[in-house]
């Protein structure tokens, strides 16, 4: 699990952030970052995880509140599951949008994902 923000997070906060993003203001953003372990059910490279590799660029027109995992005012978020080296993995975005436009919110984003490199 990985957890980037532009706020302080907390060691105790939970996978997809229900206690951070309880926290944020306006400009800040939200990424979680989480590896799902596989079973019989959960197959990196199917179902919900067919797609492959981080699933960049996102773009600012599929942010809205109904993908959040919490319902706040002013948030935006985005969902995305996908494999990435035989590893189901979820995406999960929140943005508050206000002092700054989704738009930049969404393109800082993508800067820092693209610096990712995953290992086995």
């Known amino acids: 699990m990985l957890h980037l ?41 199917h179902g919900l995880f067919a797609p492959q590799n981080l699933p960049l660029p996102l773009r600012a027109d599929e942010f809205g509140p109904q993908q959040l995992q919490v319902t706040r005012p002013g948030q935006l978020g985005v969902q995305r599951f996908f494999s990435q080296d035989g590893h189901a993995c979820c995406l999960y975005v929140v943005l508050r949008p206000g002092s700054r436009t989704p738009t930049d919110l969404v393109t800082e984003v993508n800067r820092v994902l693209r610096t990712l490199h995953f290992t086995h």
């Open 5 to 45: 923000a532009t706020f302080p997070l907390k060691e105790q906060d939970g996978d997809f952030g229900a206690a951070p993003t309880g926290r944020m203001r306006s400009g800040d953003i939200f990424v979680a970052l989480v590896e799902y372990r596989a079973d019989k059910e959960l197959r990196p490279g």
